[in-house]
């Protein structure tokens, strides 16, 4: 018999897909420690298209990373302390969010929007009053009322320094209530293969300009972030060499900077090949810093890193039933399955950037025929496919005679950026949410009647 678990890529900790399973029905298993969940068993009970989200999956994600970052600042007897900041921007929902605060993680937000919420939550004593937030984005007049507003309050945010504006802003004294820790970004003069490398780069200033600005008063952070899904972890650590000696430059004049934040990018194994594992880009990133602030002779700084999609895009898992099957006639594939949702709506990057996805079916894992397919959404736009880059993916082929279940699949990791992007493209209705967590199961989300959707359209 074909070991079905492995054909699936399912139980391995390096595809981060160590939380599934296949029970002896050819069915689709997340595992919670002593708990467990049969995903059909999901599906009867809240209908599809449904998103599955694992907090728990997120909050193990992030003490591993705890773990790893101590152990090799312990190694190499580093004298800095390690942050990790959650870019609030990669999925804002209350479920990924509260984990994450409530396991020690700090946020970086990007807009005055989303400063909002934490003052919500700082409001309701959702978190200890120790966290920090990072201010990254356009500092509207309503985004700079607020960050003055929090830190007045006592919260401690530090506000990163983008452009001439902001600079010119931060250091007038006559805004005197925007005092306390500051940060600049500069954009790192290195290319690095990653879908974002783009030729120009608007964020931040050169590492000459910055060095030409020479003193700022209460500078304490030192921040950049050069792209997303990075493909190679030596250009992470290429990144991190080229800041930490412009960093040493600076403290010459800013005796105060003691903190550099390496932002995100840290890829995700969308296809389930093998890429770079944490753990050597954790010790390169210690032993690197280290080097550096020895040659300089400066005192290491403590490290923030702001990795996103690598946190929460393996804590939810999007399901779809396939409500038709049309033949194709000429092409790598052979059969379009047609969904009862949308690639446009509700996972876009499959539409705007050609994200790849894990996709495998929920029910007749153990198929004895597969086809070769192509996913089409249902909205009724060309554009709305999924055909996993020109090739095909394998999905479960019913044979005549058998019991005419529907067939369920999952998309796998789909916790990071779709949410916030998500569209409702021929008024379809965006997914029903639910969290499991501890064996219970929560609704997040209800799915939308036509009436709701219609009220969003002022009707
Ligand atoms: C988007 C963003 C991140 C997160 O990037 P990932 O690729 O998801 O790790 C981190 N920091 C900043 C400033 C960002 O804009």
């Known amino acids: 018999m074909k070991n079905y678990k492995k054909f699936w890529k399912l139980g391995k900790k390096e595809f981060n897909t160590e939380i599934f399973d296949i029970n002896k029905s050819g069915e689709l298993i997340i595992k919670e420690g002593n708990y467990q969940y049969n995903v059909k068993d999901l599906i009867k009970k809240f209908g599809t298209p449904l998103e599955i989200t694992l907090p728990f999956v997120i909050e193990r994600r992030l003490n591993d990373l705890f773990e790893q970052f101590n152990r090799y600042i312990k190694f190499y007897n580093y004298h800095g302390r390690f942050f990790y900041h959650y870019p609030m921007k990669v999925n804002q929902n209350k479920e990924f ?30 978190f200890n009053s120790k966290i920090r937030v990072i201010c990254n984005g356009p500092k509207t007049p309503t985004y700079l009322g607020l960050i003055s507003d929090l830190k007045a309050r006592g919260l401690h945010i530090i506000p990163i320094i983008e452009d001439e504006n902001e600079l010119a802003y931060f ?15 500069v954009d790192i003069d290195v290319k690095v293969k990653s879908h974002w490398d783009k030729k ?6 050169t590492s000459q300009q910055i ?10 952070l030192l921040h950049y972030h050069i792209g997303s899904q990075i493909e190679q972890s030596k250009d992470l650590v290429l990144l991190l060499k080229a800041a930490a000696k412009l960093f040493a430059k600076m403290k010459k004049n800013n005796p105060g900077l003691d903190m550099i934040d390496i932002g995100g990018g840290f890829a995700v194994p969308y296809e389930k090949k093998k890429m770079y594992p944490t753990e050597g880009v954790v010790k390169n990133i210690i032993s690197t810093l280290s080097a550096i602030s020895r040659e300089e002779d400066i005192d290491p700084p403590d490290i923030i890193v702001e990795w996103g999609r690598y946190l929460v895009a393996p804590a939810q898992i999007t399901i779809y039933k396939v409500i038709h099957q049309k033949a194709i006639e000429k092409g790598p594939a ?48 060309s554009d709305d496919k999924y ?16 019991p005419q279940e529907p067939q369920y699949l999952a998309v796998f ?42 009220k969003q359209f002022g009707w």
């Not at 509260?98 to 005055?112: F, H, K, Y």
């Not at 209530?177 to 600049?184: A, V, Y």
């Not at 120009?200 to 200033?205: E, L, M, S, V």
């Not at 060095?211 to 304490?220: D, F, P, R, S, T």
Request: hydrophobic content about 35%; aromatic content about 8%.
């Open 97 to 126: 969010v509260l984990p994450i605060i409530s396991e020690g993680g700090n946020l970086e937000v990007s807009s005055a929007n989303e400063l909002w919420l934490v003052k919500k939550l700082w409001e309701q004593d959702q």
């Open 171 to 185: 250091t007038n004294s006559k805004n005197g209530k925007i005092s306390g820790d500051l940060g600049i970004r």
């Open 200 to 205: 120009f780069n608007r964020f931040g200033f």
């Open 211 to 220: 060095l030409e600005i020479g003193k700022i008063k209460n500078l304490k």
């Open 334 to 381: 052979t059969k379009w399955y047609i969904i009862d949702g949308s690639f446009i709506n509700d996972l876009s990057d499959t539409w705007t950037i050609h994200q790849k996805w894990h996709v495998t079916p929920v029910n007749n894992m153990n198929a004895k025929k597969f086809s070769r397919v192509w996913l089409a959404g249902s909205s009724c736009d």
């Open 387 to 402: 055909t996993a880059g020109g090739h095909y993916i394998m999905l479960p082929a019913p044979e005549e005679g058998d």
């Open 413 to 454: 990791d789909t916790g990071a950026y779709q949410d916030a992007l998500s569209s409702h493209h021929c008024l379809l209705s965006s997914p029903a949410k639910i969290i499991a967590q501890n064996g219970l199961l929560t609704l997040a989300r209800k799915r939308e009647t036509p009436d709701e959707i219609g």
